[in-house]
């Protein structure tokens, strides 16, 4: 007797568990990268940060080391708040140029942000410590403040013009009030500013930037406005102190 071969049926390709599996891979990658970007976006921030205070604390000694090497003058305010210099040392002269060097006579060099500090910014009710730099490079100001290279220095009698990003330690300056001291030091020693004033204006606003010296020396801050936006920010926040 002969057997009835069996048949078998091949089992129905089930579109909707195949889709509801894919979405789901799908999600478990998607959530995966999401974490991924924000992990390296976290990263990043925390990198930036840590480098701008490194800088600051770089400005920090080289500053502090090319005033332990100037003599003390008779001639040295009372106050402490500026120290006669001997311009075969600093980098900043006081007519608020930057002094020559053996390097810059012997031809260009490729600048490092720590070749261009010239000196480091205290906001001192916040604790803030920012480097500065003789440059408006995007690269360098992420890491601390750029002075605008025809503006005045600490004692020049000009506006010492400095801008910097907001999302770094400039963020303090949301806070800032009036009378909030600012401490400018460089090699020509330290210099202290009360904040005056604030002023909101547009970022094409060229007005608020001055070259040639006025009725007395002021320091100006600006940054990014409002704080808490994403970037394209077409305003700029300025600090004033005397």
């Known amino acids: 007797m002969t057997e009835t071969p069996k048949l078998t049926l091949k089992p129905k390709l089930n579109f909707r568990l195949v889709l509801s599996k894919f979405f789901a891979v799908l999600s478990i990658i998607s959530f995966l990268s999401g974490l991924g970007l924000i992990g390296w976006y976290f990263y990043s921030e925390y990198s930036e940060n840590q480098e701008t205070l490194r800088q600051a604390n770089v400005a920090e000694q080289q500053i502090n080391q090319q005033l332990a090497k100037l003599p003390v003058s008779k001639d040295a305010p009372k106050d402490g708040n500026l120290v006669p210099i001997d311009l075969a040392l600093p980098i900043v002269t006081t007519d608020g140029t930057i002094a020559a060097t053996p390097e810059s006579n012997n031809g260009p060099k490729l600048p490092t942000a720590e070749s261009l500090l010239r000196g480091l910014i205290t906001i001192e009710r916040f604790g803030t410590k920012v480097a500065v730099y ?35 330690e400039l963020r303090v300056l949301k806070d800032i009030k009036k009378g909030d001291k600012i401490s400018f030091k460089s090699s020509l020693g330290q210099k202290d500013y009360y904040v005056d004033r604030t002023k909101i204006v547009n970022e094409n606003d060229g007005g608020v930037v001055k070259s040639e010296a006025g009725d007395k020396e002021e320091l100006v801050l600006m940054t990014c406005w409002p704080f808490n936006s994403l970037g394209n920010e077409k305003e700029r926040f300025l600090v004033y102190a005397y």
Request: charged letters at 15%.
């Open 134 to 168: 003789e440059t408006m490079d995007m690269s360098v100001l992420r890491y601390g403040l750029g002075h605008y290279p025809q503006g005045g220095w600490p004692g020049s009698g000009k506006q010492i013009f400095l801008a910097g990003h907001n999302n770094r």
